[in-house]
């Protein structure tokens, strides 16, 4: 066996050196380099057991699968979110900024299950079982049969838990604080998270428990240190939140037995965090639809429709570059909508400041956002305020064109249903619609959507003396 050797492990990322850096080559992360142990944990083992391997069965993908029943949580929305309840024997990674409330979901959780009379563990690293005590008494539910300990050493954890009925859910709050004797690094680092999930997960796999990890993540929305334990979990959720607002946002990063685009909504309260049915709803409060730049999206979060706001501000800039600023969606897809708005559009926004915010703190992936996102831009720039009770939705291709986008029927139902009146979409994908009391407006390229607006806008919002109509080419 080779001689323990120090060597050096990026707390990022990972990544090994074998001699002390400022700037991890891998990740590119400052000052994340420390020193480790080079033969701790479980590869060292590995090696030393090369060529002692035991026989095992190799087997078909056909037989008989043992499609294990599900666990519901009781909770709507993170079952939506695992895909339909937690899986015996499996690994999930909880990930989110401190203070959004990943303790609150799962004691919450742990309760439900407890109640519904299943065994279930929450092993605390960071907080006393007092403190532990005292959450669940201001959530009202210290009758919840919940075993607790303050616990951080994994072997003591994993000898608890092997003793007894097999728990339905172990809750490990947090990862990072967690340490294991298989492992010489000192506790926190990445070899001792990774050695500790490991030990878990093998747990985990071998009983047939679920185990809920919660990891912290960084300012920059990684999960902090252990993005390694990421690929060893079988699904990977985020909560998330904006500093501020009451409610919160459980998705699917990754999910082994189920779709990764569901997300779940919450509202924290004083009693914890609530389900929230009807996200639009939430999303779409308090809002100032006689403003212009506001455009409301007719959006998909995995199968469920979700209708929210887009805000652009189009403003003169002082600046020889002028900003680009967006808020909950994807910076380079902005650059792309405005490119497509001059080049197509006869817009000249080089001389303006562009900011874009999707409200409510949510985040937008899907190409349907470009309509959207364009029409706001358009109606900023001119000043003329978008119809208060119409819906946006499609996809602009470099050319200007809008394209069709998926589940147009789910939108403008969902459209519907909240009392929305028209809707502004590729031509395509609003074929077979007429049946919903809703006036459908074809739109098959930007230039038209332009047109549209710079028509309806208001007259002495349009005066030249304000400078704000938009400059054809
Ligand atoms: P917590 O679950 O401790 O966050 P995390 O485990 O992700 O660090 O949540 C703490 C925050 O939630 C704290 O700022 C207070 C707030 N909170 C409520 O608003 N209502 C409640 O009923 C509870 C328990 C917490
Ligand atoms: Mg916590």
Redesign the pocket.
């Known amino acids: 066996m080779a001689k323990a050797r120090a060597s050096f492990v990026c707390q990022s990322c990972g990544a090994l050196a074998q001699r002390w850096q400022g700037r991890c080559e891998s990740c590119g992360e400052w000052n994340t380099m420390t020193e480790e142990a080079a033969s701790s944990g479980i590869a060292a083992r590995a090696v030393a057991g090369a060529g002692k391997g035991r026989v095992f069965p190799l087997e078909s993908l056909q037989g008989a699968s043992r499609e294990a029943p599900r666990i519901h949580s009781g909770i709507g929305e993170l079952d939506r979110v695992t895909g339909g309840g937690f899986v015996p024997g499996s690994v999930l990674l909880i990930g989110?900024?401190?203070?959004?409330?990943?303790?609150?979901?799962?004691?919450q959780a742990c309760a439900r299950l407890a109640m519904l009379g299943r065994r279930v563990v929450y092993i605390s690293g960071?907080?006393a079982v007092a403190q532990v005590r005292l959450?669940a008494a201001?959530?009202g539910l210290s009758d919840a049969p919940v075993e607790l300990a303050a616990e951080t050493s994994v072997e003591d954890i994993v000898a608890t838990l092997r003793k007894g009925e097999c728990p339905a859910l172990v809750v490990i709050?947090?990862i990072q604080t967690m340490w294991t004797d298989a492992a010489e690094a000192s506790p926190g680092t990445v070899t001792q998270v990774r050695s500790s999930a490991q030990a878990l997960i093998r747990y985990a796999k071998t009983s047939g428990a679920c185990v809920i990890m919660?990891g912290?993540v960084t300012k920059d929305g990684q999960i902090a240190g252990p993005r390694v334990v990421e690929h060893m979990v079988d699904a990977v959720v985020s909560?998330e939140g904006e500093g501020g607002r009451?409610f919160r946002i459980l998705r699917a990063v990754k999910n082994r037995f189920g779709p990764t685009d569901e997300i779940g909504v919450f509202e924290?309260?004083?009693?914890?965090?609530s389900e929230v049915a009807n996200p639009s709803a939430l999303f779409l409060a308090g809002r100032d639809a006689s403003a212009p730049g506001a455009a409301v999206l007719a959006g998909m979060e995995g199968t469920r429709p979700v209708l929210v706001e887009v805000q652009a501000l189009v403003a003169p800039t002082s600046l020889g570059t002028p900003r680009r600023a967006v808020v909950g969606w994807d910076p380079a897809r902005l650059s792309m909508v405005l490119a497509v708005l001059e080049a197509h559009g006869g817009l000249r926004l080089g001389q303006h400041d562009v900011y874009l915010n999707v409200a409510g703190g949510l985040r937008i992936d899907e190409p349907a956002a470009d309509l959207a996102a364009a029409a706001a831009l358009v109606s900023s720039l001119t000043g003329a305020p978008l119809p208060a009770d119409g819906v946006y939705f499609g996809e602009i291709a470099l050319s200007g064109a809008v394209r069709p986008v998926s589940h147009a029927g789910h939108r403008l139902k969902e459209a519907a249903k909240l009392g929305f009146q028209s809707a502004v979409g590729p031509p395509g994908a609003l074929e077979g619609q007429e049946k919903l009391s809703m006036a459908l407006k074809p739109c098959g390229h930007i230039s038209a959507l332009v047109a549209d607006i710079a028509a309806s806008g208001p007259r002495r919002e349009r005066a030249p003396a304000r400078g704000q109509s938009p400059a054809h080419a």
């Open positions: 989110g900024e401190p203070g959004i409330g990943k303790s609150t979901l799962l004691i960071e907080e959450r201001r959530l709050d947090s919660v912290h909560f009451q924290m309260t004083g009693l914890g965090l």
